[in-house]
């Protein structure tokens, strides 16, 4: 189902308007967040950790989205350099060991390097 609604938003997304194109985009954010977090309550995942990390990463793209869209389109302030960057750039440590973590206890125990 968020797949398909996914889909539809992605085919609609570019015909709206600027702002209205922004939120929505805001929105696609948040919800792939909480996407995350029904799912690791929905199937009961007995470790949570690495999950939790990716929907974090996730938050924090969204919120440095938020910032750049903001400071854009609402303040006029030029988006680089803002307080978007440090948002943005925070992200990317979360997934990276969120999906270590989903390698490692998928493969308990073995290593599959040479």
Do not use: K
Not at 20 to 42: D, F, K, M, N, Q
Not at 85 to 98: K, V
């Amino acid at each position: 189902m968020y797949l398909v609604v996914g889909a539809i938003v992605c085919a609609f997304y570019l015909q709206l308007p600027t702002v209205t194109g922004a939120l929505l985009y805001e929105g696609v954010g948040l919800s792939a967040v909480a996407a995350v977090i029904v799912g690791i309550r929905r199937y009961d995942v007995s470790y949570t950790r690495p999950w939790n990390l990716i929907a974090g990463g996730l938050a924090l793209l969204t919120l440095g989205d938020s910032i750049f869209n903001a400071n854009d389109l609402i303040f006029d302030h030029p988006p680089f350099p803002s307080l978007a960057d440090p948002a943005s750039l925070s992200a990317y440590p979360f997934p990276c060991p969120g999906i270590l973590l989903l390698v490692r206890t998928r493969l308990p125990g073995s290593d599959t390097g040479p």
